[in-house]
């Protein structure tokens, strides 16, 4: 009888316990209710409402919400839109881009009399001796002819102009730049690097490729911390249009200044790999600091193993088509000191990711990771190729066998297409932007912009991914069409993959209980619609941490940036 009701007593009170557990559960800040959510989640259904409780999800799920609803909590109707994890590019240069908004665009101009009058047009608006950069120019839009000194010389008298191709990789110089940087006809080219000349008198016509661009950003003023902080808002207000939220930086350390300086401030999350000059800053920084925190990272670092396709300086293992005289450019000038720097960050913990565009560049760089790993052993490392762009059989392989993450950039595939067969042939082409390969052997795949060197906008990379219809339409039915992939494969390319890409996966990628409340909402179902309707899809609204960074005004269009 005792014994009943000792038993009996603890039951009523494990009741009255769970009664107040009930009673007084959390309650979110925010619910976000009345959506179509796709969480992201593997096989899981979608769901209605999304409680938020400071920068976390509390709960989402379907159905009654009422259990997270306070006195105190806002609803948020989101009127059935359709609702996707916060979108991660996976490799930008954020900070070029913000500076890019602010300098001249080229980047759409199809001809070199546009060319010129755009020139012509922002010189009248600024001072004499103020820099001309940015512009992103692009030579195939008009027939293939690389621009000259000599088509601006005389409408830039008075301003050094030193304006980047659109993929970054080589640059136009007026004869003021060029006298400023003492660049002449008796100047060697770098290690690494090109001055195209004219064939008739050895006379350098403007252009410079990879590391010869050195020879003329050495002379140009630095920005004020003034101008970098402007850009850098003009950037994040860019990307929470678009529903970016977060972004893996190849920056340089100045950038990593800025975001650290305006850390307090910031409306999306950065993940900063830093260039590799910096490796021994780089590794100082995490064993005093360690990593960063949810919104400024930076346990990752950046190099350059060749240049791109557009500039014919991506290294290849065949001659280019178009000019037999090269296999393209080989950019990092001491491979074994780099091999070196490879051993030492990777000891630190910091993740490694290398640009490699061609055949050879990317069988060098796979190498160079597996030696590495020898020496310093097998952990979960995650190294990373950005780009992974053109790849032999025997190195597509290597990626899931050897848990390397390809790191690339759909847009890309629309857009360089155009004009790549003037380039490589048809063998290396197939293996080329291999999206549906890398996911049906289990690679982590992740997507991300080059941004400034393409738009920021995830819908163009979803579109890209999915038709693989060339921007001029030369391929109505996608080029290499067997390579397409489906939109909820390009939504994880561009959430949890990424989130994986940063070693994230636990807090960011999908919308789970307790991760962080990153998410967009949008105006069309992109699992539901046409593929060519995803780039009519708009962002409604992008939340970072639980905070709205972007409400979509009304009667504002689409524009590819």
Known sequence: ???????????????????????????????????????????????????????????????????????????????????????????????????????????????????????????????????????????????????????IDEVTEKNPVFISRVDGHMALANSLALELAGITASTPDP?????????????????????????????????????????????????????????????????????????????????????????RQLIDLNKEKGPGNDWLRWSGMKAMMDGSLGSRTAWMHEPYLDDPSTTGLLVMADTVEFRKIMREVDRAGIQLAVHAIGTRANEWILDAFLDMEKENGQRDRRSRIEHSQHLTPTVMDRFKTENVIPSMQPYHCIDDTRWMHKRIGPKVMAGTYVFRTFLDRNVNLTFGSDWTVAPLDPMTGIYAAVTRKTIDGSYPDGWYPEQRITVEEALHCYTSHSAYAGFQEDKLGSLENGKLADFVVLSNDLTGIQPDEILNTLVLRTVVGGRDVYIRSANKDRTWN
């Open 1 to 151: 009888m005792i014994r009943n009701n000792i038993m009996m007593r603890i039951w009523i009170l494990s009741c009255m316990l769970l009664m107040t557990a009930c009673g007084s559960g959390e309650k979110a800040d925010k619910i976000y209710m009345n959506g179509n959510i796709w969480t992201g989640v593997e096989n899981a259904s979608r769901a209605e409402f999304i409680a938020v409780l400071g920068e976390s999800i509390l709960n989402v799920g379907g159905g009654d919400y009422s259990d997270f609803q306070g006195p105190n909590t806002e609803l948020m109707d989101l009127h059935g839109d359709f609702v996707v994890p916060g979108f991660m590019d996976s490799h930008t240069h954020f900070m070029s881009g913000g500076l890019q908004l602010m300098s001249i665009n080229l980047r759409d101009a199809k001809s070199k009399k546009e060319f010129i009058r755009r020139i012509i047009e922002y010189t009248s608006r600024i001072k004499d001796g103020q820099w001309i950069t940015g512009g992103d120019w692009d030579h195939e839009l008009w027939g293939g002819e690389l621009p000259n000194r000599n088509w």
């Open 191 to 279: 290690p690494g690097g090109l001055i195209v000349r004219d064939p008739a008198n050895g006379e350098p016509i403007g252009i410079l490729k990879e590391e010869a661009k050195g020879l003329v950003t050495a002379f140009k003023p630095k920005e004020s911390d003034e101008v970098l902080d402007n850009a850098l808002t003009k950037a994040m207000e860019h990307a929470a249009s678009l529903g970016v939220t977060q972004v893996h930086d190849m920056c340089s350390w100045e950038d990593l200044k800025t975001y650290d300086r305006n850390k307090l401030n910031l409306t999306l999350r950065i993940y900063a790999l830093p260039w590799y000059t910096n490796w």
